[in-house]
């Protein structure tokens, strides 16, 4: 099939490579002509494994190809795929779909033949009416359906879990554009993946119930950690129990210093905003929005306690910015929150990522930046761990011990033992555990 995808984000760029290495012919269509160059160059603009190998190999293949001139690539289409930012519009927490009104009015001028329209990009409840109505509007004799199909891609695993998804979700009631989803997806068939095939706004609020209730399962463990360090239990062991019941699943239920990222956030507020402006409120998701922001404030506050009450004065040592591994990705990062509050309770903060420092230089200020975990940790009066990057699971405890003035570990991902931590001398605080 013949794919075109607009917007070269994380979800665009994965998609489109993924789609190719299906054995479809796509183009990537970007107005950033700086970055659609670098990726003619095959110079990947994101940290994604496995993604640069991906592309370098589809477009040496010539099934994959990039440019700024979106006429021949919606032209020439089988199937057009909305792949643009819905960021959060900050202060009332709707998203902002101006990007994908805008892509819906350039597909509605250049479409020929009869062309399937998909929204990629998570859109609230509705939006595919309204691109519906605007191409009809722009264009009344387009042969077109718009089908909704959220991604459910996790950053560093966005590849695989577009390969292997758990399903496939097409929201749509046109036949003829079920037929070209099953087509696109057909690798995906042949080895059972399930494809759930619904009507367009249902298949919305899929994407945005699924990434509510993930969201809300972490708060709820997170929460369940903070009255594990009341009673003296250990949330891990918890997470296990509970786990073990296959109606709750053991994944998302590692206690950590709150979710962050590009879309929890993003996708929380847009819900409860949606379902309060449709006087069906989720009082739920708005909770979760709730205790997971003040949980960073907490963090700060641990930290605090563990040195002794106060920061003032003293370096303290950040291990992992980014807002979970194997991602350069910033965005609503904890660290964002964490940082500048101990900073402003007189701390000197050096910190150290393996990919997400030259994003941070943008997002944080008067942090020291290291160049590895003991450079980061030499003479600092504690060490906070944020993120739990492999490369931080198996320090060296005794070098460690030695760089540090005072032996303090904060371990808000539990990487590291109590008991193990304590016998190396260290003064071990972690989450959710005695
Ligand atoms: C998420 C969804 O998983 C994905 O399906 C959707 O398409 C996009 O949003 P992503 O945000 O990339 O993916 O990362 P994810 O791995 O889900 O982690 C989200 C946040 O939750 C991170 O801040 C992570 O640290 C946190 N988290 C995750 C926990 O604190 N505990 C967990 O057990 C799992």
């Known amino acids: 099939m013949r794919v075109t995808m607009i917007g070269t984000g994380y979800v665009g760029l994965v998609s489109g490579a993924c789609f190719a290495d299906f054995g479809h012919t796509v183009t990537c269509v970007d107005k950033d002509a700086g970055k659609i160059a ?9 940290f994604e494994p496995g993604l640069d190998e991906l592309v370098k190999d589809n477009v040496e293949q010539g099934r994959l190809f990039f440019t700024t001139d979106p006429t021949a ?29 805008a892509a819906a009015e350039e597909i509605a001028g250049l479409v020929s033949g009869y062309t399937v329209i998909v929204t990629k990009s998570t859109v609230p409840v509705g939006t595919g009416d309204e691109v519906e109505a605007i191409i009809k509007k722009t264009n009344p004799s387009a042969d077109f ?53 619904t009507e367009r706004r249902t298949s919305e609020l899929i994407k945005y119930a699924a990434n509510g209730f993930l969201a809300m399962k972490i708060t709820f463990i997170n929460e369940i950690a903070d009255l594990c360090e009341a009673v003296g239990a250990n949330v891990q062991e918890v997470a296990k129990g509970i786990g073990l019941d296959n109606r709750i699943g053991r994944k998302f239920l590692n206690a950590g210093p709150g979710y962050g990222g590009s879309c929890f956030p993003k996708d929380t507020l847009a819900l409860m905003k949606t379902a309060r402006d449709s006087n069906a409120p989720i009082e739920l998701i708005e909770a979760t929005v709730r205790v997971n922001s003040a949980r960073k404030q907490k963090m700060a506050q641990k930290i605090i306690e563990a040195v002794g009450g106060s920061v ?50 943008h997002m944080l200020k008067d942090v020291a930046f290291a160049t590895g975990p003991y450079d980061c940790v030499q003479n600092a009066d504690a060490v906070v761990i944020i993120t739990e990057w492999d490369q931080f699971r198996a320090l060296d405890l005794d070098r460690m011990k030695d ?32």
């Open 38 to 46: 670098r990726l003619q160059k095959g110079d990947i603009p994101i």
């Open 73 to 101: 690539a919606i032209r020439d289409a089988d199937a057009i795929f909305i792949a643009v930012g819905t960021p959060s519009r900050r202060g009332d927490g709707h998203a902002d779909l101006s990007y994908v009104y």
């Open 145 to 197: 359906a718009v089908v909704s199909n959220p991604e459910f891609l996790r950053e560093g695993a966005a590849i695989n879990d577009f390969k292997r998804p758990d399903r496939v979700v097409v929201g749509t009631d046109d036949e003829r554009a079920r037929e070209v989803m099953r087509s696109l997806y057909r690798p995906l068939f042949l080895n059972e993946t399930p494809i759930v095939f």
């Open 312 to 361: 003032a004065g003293k370096t303290i040592a950040i291990l992992g910015l980014t807002f979970k591994p194997n991602t350069d990705d910033m965005r609503d990062a904890p660290a964002l929150d964490i940082v500048p509050t101990l900073q402003a309770e007189g701390a000197k903060v050096r910190a150290f990522d393996p990919e997400g420092m030259a994003e941070a230089k």
């Open 403 to 434: 760089a540090l003035k005072t032996p303090i570990v904060i371990d808000l991902r539990n990487i590291y033992r109590p008991e193990e931590m304590r016998a190396k001398g260290f003064n071990y605080v972690s989450v959710g555990r005695p």
